[in-house]
């Protein structure tokens, strides 16, 4: 099964927000793990006119702290000499985090083929003194970088993404998250060796955020396994100087296939089992469907196939590619049976034989509170940035890591041109902006600040477990 484009995040500053449609569902041909040519990336030869899209009538007064409005405040915390570490090595580090972030934007590369971004970023992190594990856990495109000082000691981990969108190239950014990642962990990296702190530091590069859910598959080979916590951001449009630390919605991703009996479409169509038909009649039905579906529930698909047959002959094959959404894995299994119901009664309808094909569940998103806290507090106070916690109707694979441990995956305003949301050629330029990588630095360093919060102070650390529920 080829995988799809299921996950990103995007709209991540929902209200009143503008930004173009999503791109179109693709397949990608090769199989797991085999590398294949590069997505195919419209020119980029104008200048990004840099516009942060901001919601008519914004106010960030009647969104909530929610964060701050908690019985459970994280305790007083003075670090004097860790923040001055973090900050310095970070803009010490900018212009190779720049050129890194550049070369993986202009190579861009499809889900479980990002051969030439998973070999830049190890000789990175590598030259940087981290141990690295290539093609990892029988990934050809992840890899495991780690570091470790002293003995004991909690380990972070950290994520990088670095996947692109079929015929749009980095339009979601990924190329800054793959960035982050090295950043916040070169940072921490540099924190632990000057102060003397015992922990470890574990980058894993998870390929096919976009398409495939890479970070399920290393989730269940064990590349989690040991970890106390992890982190990760994303860029979208929004407000700007502003990020966002709600959750995202769960999706499960359905691949439906009928099957009929050909005949002359003319001469005996009585003959026939018309399968397209039968790819008509379930969109019809999912269409009615959400006169009764709840408001933050989601359901889109397309018709991938009908078997290149020409008119005159009955169709016998047809295939139909759907995305169901839902706020928690609970309601998902409830919404996910009733779509699966209207595409069973298309077959049963038609006469047709269905297939039906269920990818692992995306779950949602669970941004552990007292993280949150402490993240909205570094960027507010260090580097001037409001911070919401909006739920993003889209989804991402890291939501599977957040059931298993505790973890933080923000979000965060990049300047973009009119209409350039995510999954657009505007973000795909937006992404390659220099106020983008500046936006993405200010996170990272609060990100490298939260993290190393998490394994040098145990009562912090402490609240962060007791905080973790599923």
Known sequence: MSPRQ???????FRRKQVSAEPSKTHEISSPLGKSSATAVVSSISSELKCNYITPCDHSYADMGDWWSQSDVQPPAYDAPGFDSVIDSTLDELSPQLRKLSMEIHSHPELAFCEVFAHDVLTTFMGSHGFTVTKSYLGLQTAFKAEFTHGKGGRVLGIN?????????????????????????????????????????????????????????????????????????????????????????????????????????????????RNALDAAFLAYSSVSVLRQQMRPDHRVHGVIESNGEMTPNVIPDYAKMHWLVRAPTSSDLTAFVERVKQCLQ??????????????????????????????????VSKRYNMATTGLTSSASTDF???????????????????????????????????????????????????TGLRA??????????????KL
């Not at 299921?6 to 991540?12: A, I, N, Q, S």
Request: net charge negative.
């Open 6 to 12: 299921v996950g990103c995040f995007g709209t991540w």
């Open 160 to 272: 990088s993404e670095y996947d692109a969108l079929k015929g749009i190239g980095h339009a979601c950014g990924h190329n800054l998250i793959a960035w982050s990642g090295c950043g916040v962990a070169l940072a921490v990296k540099a924190a632990l060796e000057t102060h003397d702190i015992p922990g470890k530091v574990v980058l894993l590069g998870t390929p096919a955020e976009e398409s495939g859910g890479g970070k399920i598959i290393l989730l269940e080979r064990g590349a989690y396994d040991g970890m106390d916590l992890c982190v990760m951001c994303h860029p979208a449009p929004g407000p700007p100087q502003s990020a966002n630390i709600g959750g995202s919605i769960a999706v499960q991703d359905i691949t439906v296939e009928y099957a009929g009996r050909t005949a002359h479409a003319g001469a005996a169509p009585w003959e026939g």
């Open 345 to 378: 009664a298309a077959a049963l309808a038609t006469g047709c034989e269905i297939k039906l094909h269920f990818e692992h569940p995306y779950l949602e998103l669970k941004q552990n509170e007292v993280l949150g806290r402490e993240f909205a507090d570094i």
């Open 399 to 449: 939501g599977n890591v957040s059931y298993a441990m505790p973890a933080l995956h923000p979000g965060f305003a990049i300047p973009t041109e009119p209409n350039g949301g995510n999954h657009t050629i505007g973000f795909t330029k937006a992404a390659a902006s220099k106020e983008a990588h500046m936006q993405t630095l200010r996170v990272t360093k609060a990100l490298a600040h």
């Open 455 to 468: 394994l040098r102070d145990a009562e912090f650390f402490k609240q962060v477990k007791e905080s973790f």
